[in-house]
């Protein structure tokens, strides 16, 4: 017995090992794969060592144990840090093994495989490979159905064939065989005597040749590539290095047609550049979220709050031959209809891209929420947490100090970084820039401050000069880019080409969001925005004198300067943190209560299917003697393996005798003897002999049904009302053979 059960448990072990190797796929490292195995060795063994004790396995605890020794594991694995002594769950290891779960959950909608694997990732495979090897392990060593436990392996594998197609390889595939193999070969391990397991292994490997080796030697097969790239082969490009061209070629011709009634005319923008190395402004990476689809609705603007002035605005928009992944749309687009689902979004930029698709001949209307802040609102926006806004703050270490002295030379006398932002506008707009394409093509580091110098330049040089003279003051800012608003061709109607390409600064501002200025003085751009004209050269003027006043109102209350800014930084951390777990997802709850709920209930759920296999018509007697003998395992009253089947029988008729009266005192007794006579014939009678011909008694179902229920009835009289309780929730005969 003990060496079937190891058998058995290292056939668990290496299925399920080989089954994390197919799942490699989805992930670009291995840092996943240890805890992973840690766990299905842990979960394992303990399940058979709990095995080896008679007295667990007759109660029918063997699951239970197994679970709370692989909880234990999986809160010693993934928030060791919350265990108290190092190995001592607490309230909070619960907490925050579940907030991990939700934050791999989100990260499941945010990239494409092959993905890092995550905090997140890790703490959601260790938890569903536990629980899975704890269900196969019961399969294989309690149930003795290793088929079920391979069918379940294969629909796990399903995972990275759905998520990652891709990136499956022939040894995905090897890995998976071989593990299902194993399992199906596990009774032919226990049993193989004089060759052993090699018989069953020869079979096993001919099997997994034949299956993966074969169609590797054959030759590829020539088939036509579909049209649309695959979802992780997206790639757009980088619109800001392009300027340069699509500015020189001053060509004429439409690049799109729209119309709009928005009295600001902004400029039409295709994404925002942020990551900025010294040498090359590009755009941020995003995870592809094959859900955020933009026909369905965008977000809200990021950071822009119930206070701030907007307005809702419509763009109907007529691309011709824009060969782009971006779609053309004012900042910030809250819905677009007329294109396909394929059309996606990055929420944290609003940028919308083509998921196989490009803008060309693409007729759509895109409704945008147009944030048009006051003076009064961006000149009350508080300095911003550096730690929430360490992408846009970025600056590369090499950068020319002429860039931050002269960002605090030209701002000195600022009240907040509103007045900042409107004096680099106006630094821009003096006589001393003027606007020219024969500057540099990049905006590196020693561009900006040749820039700075020789103040000669286009788009590209002063909205790089802007935003990284912003990033200095302290000021989140990036570059958006796009298209100037064209030229007027009818009421309400544009027409916009190539050489319209432009970029300009956005700038963030905490409650407002981020807010484009305009510091290029030429080209296409038009007119700076409103709420950028005016306050930045006359700090002491009218509109500063409000929030000067607020601010001062109650000094002793609202610390300032450097005491101010951890108590804000505080608590905008913690407002980002509540916010975060607002929006996190909640349906994981549901799910997570009802995975349990169900695992409490497999084992009565197997033991209501055996009952009605052995109570089903025909009755056969050996079967009705199985479902009495399992009765008595689950109310702890089985009998010895030496006791006959007729005599305990009767001792079981002579005990409910005592206990029943009226009809089913005189009839109950008699399906007793009946069934103790035909088990009787039917082990030991040789009906070879003709003298030995003896007809069963007829065991009918209605009586058997009559007879088991006084049983359970008895049972339940004689012990406690826990022991009975057990005896149906938890069968213990579920986990036992006889």
């Known amino acids: 017995m003990s060496s079937r059960l190891w058998i058995s448990t290292l056939a668990v072990i290496v299925s399920m090992s080989l089954l994390a190797v197919a799942m490699s796929s989805i992930f670009s490292d291995v840092q996943w794969l240890p805890p992973v195995l840690f766990t299905v060795v ?3 063994l303990s399940g058979a060592l709990l095995r080896l004790s008679a007295r667990i396995q007759a109660s029918g605890l063997t699951v239970l144990l197994q679970l709370v020794i692989g909880i234990i594991t999986v809160l010693i694995l993934c928030v060791p840090e919350t265990l108290a002594f190092g190995i001592v769950p607490t309230p909070d290891s619960v907490l925050q093994m579940f907030s991990q779960l939700s934050s791999g959950i989100d990260d499941m909608y945010k990239v494409i495989p092959p993905a890092e694997s995550t905090r997140g990732f890790t703490t959601i495979l260790v938890v569903g490979f536990g629980l899975i090897t704890m269900l196969i392990d019961g399969l294989v060593q309690d149930l003795n159905v290793p088929k079920i436990a391979g069918v379940l392996l294969l629909l796990v594998y399903c995972i990275p064939v759905f998520l990652a197609p891709s990136e499956l390889r022939w040894w995905h595939f090897a890995a998976v065989g071989g593990a299902f193999i194993v399992l199906m070969l596990t009774p032919y391990f226990q049993q193989a005597e004089s ?7 020869l079979a096993g490997g001919l099997a997994l040749l034949l299956g993966v080796g074969l169609p590797v030697l054959l030759p590829d097969v020539s088939v036509r590539p579909p049209r649309q790239p695959q979802q992780a082969d997206i790639t757009v490009v980088n619109p800001f290095l392009d300027l340069r061209s699509n500015l020189e070629e001053q060509s004429d011709d439409p690049v799109f047609a729209y119309s709009s009634t928005d009295p600001l005319q902004p400029p039409i923008r295709l994404t925002s550049v942020s990551e900025f190395d010294g040498q090359t402004w590009q755009p941020a990476e995003f995870d592809i979220d094959p859900f955020a689809i933009a026909v369905d609705g965008l977000p809200n603007p990021p950071g822009v709050s119930t206070d701030t002035t907007t307005t809702e605005q ?26 396909s689902r394929r059309w996606i979004y990055d929420s944290a930029t609003l940028t919308i891209v083509g998921n196989g698709e490009i803008a060309a001949e693409q007729e759509y209307t895109a409704t945008y929420t147009s944030v048009e802040p006051t003076a009064e609102e961006l000149s009350a926006a508080r300095p911003v947490s550096a730690g929430q806004f360490a992408d846009t703050l970025a600056l590369p270490e090499d950068m020319p100090a002429v860039v931050s002295d002269t960002a605090d030379e030209v701002t000195s006398g600022a009240q907040n970084p509103w ?28 561009a900006i401050a040749d820039f700075l110098d020789e103040k000669s330049g286009y788009c590209v040089q002063f909205s790089g000069a802007m935003t990284a003279m912003s990033r200095s003051l302290g000021i989140p800012a990036r570059i958006a880019v796009g298209f100037a608003p064209g030229e007027e061709t009818g009421e309400n109607a544009y027409e916009v080409a190539m050489s319209d390409a432009h970029a300009w600064p956005e700038l ?21 925005p409103p709420w950028s004209q005016t306050g930045g050269a006359e700090p002491e003027g009218e509109p500063t004198e409000e929030p000067t006043e607020e601010a001062s109102a109650e000094p002793s209350e609202e610390p300032t300067g450097e005491d101010a800014a951890p108590e804000e930084e505080e608590d905008e951390d913690t407002t980002a943190a509540d916010t975060e777990a607002e929006s996190a997802p909640r349906w994981w709850i549901p799910v997570a209560v009802l995975a349990v709920l169900l695992l409490a209930a497999a084992p009565a759920l197997v033991r209501i299917v055996q009952r009605r296999k052995r109570m089903r018509e025909p009755i056969e007697p050996e079967a009705v003697w199985e479902e009495i003998f399992a009765l008595g395992i689950d109310y702890g009253q089985a009998p010895a393996a030496s006791v006959p089947a007729r005599q305990h029988l009767d001792e079981l008729r002579d005990a409910i005798t005592a206990e029943v009266s009226g009809t089913d005192a005189d009839y109950l007794p008699g399906v007793f003897d009946d069934l103790g006579e035909a088990i009787d014939q039917a082990r ?55």
Do not use: C
């Open 42 to 44: 842990v979960v394992a």
């Open 195 to 201: 060759l052993g397991p090699l018989p069953p292994l």
């Open 314 to 339: 419509t763009m109907s928009v007529n691309v011709g031959g824009f060969d782009q992944a971006y779609l053309p749309a004012p900042y910030a687009p809250s819905q677009i209809d007329g294109v």
């Open 419 to 446: 007045e900042q932002a409107v004096m680099l506008q106006e630094y821009f707009h003096s006589d001393a820039f003027e606007y020219s394409l024969d500057a540099p093509e990049e905006a590196s580091s020693d």
């Open 508 to 528: 963030y501002f905490d409650g407002v969001g981020w807010v484009r200025f305009e510091p290029t003085p030429g080209g296409p751009a038009g007119a700076p």
């Open 684 to 738: 030991y009678l040789d009906r070879s002999r003709s003298d030995l011909q003896h007809a069963a008694p007829l065991v009918d179902k209605t009586g058997v049904d009559e007879a088991v229920e006084a049983l359970r009835k008895h049972y339940d009289g004689a012990g406690s009302r826990g022991a009975s309780l057990r005896a149906r929730l938890w069968p213990a005969s579920v986990f036992r053979r006889r």
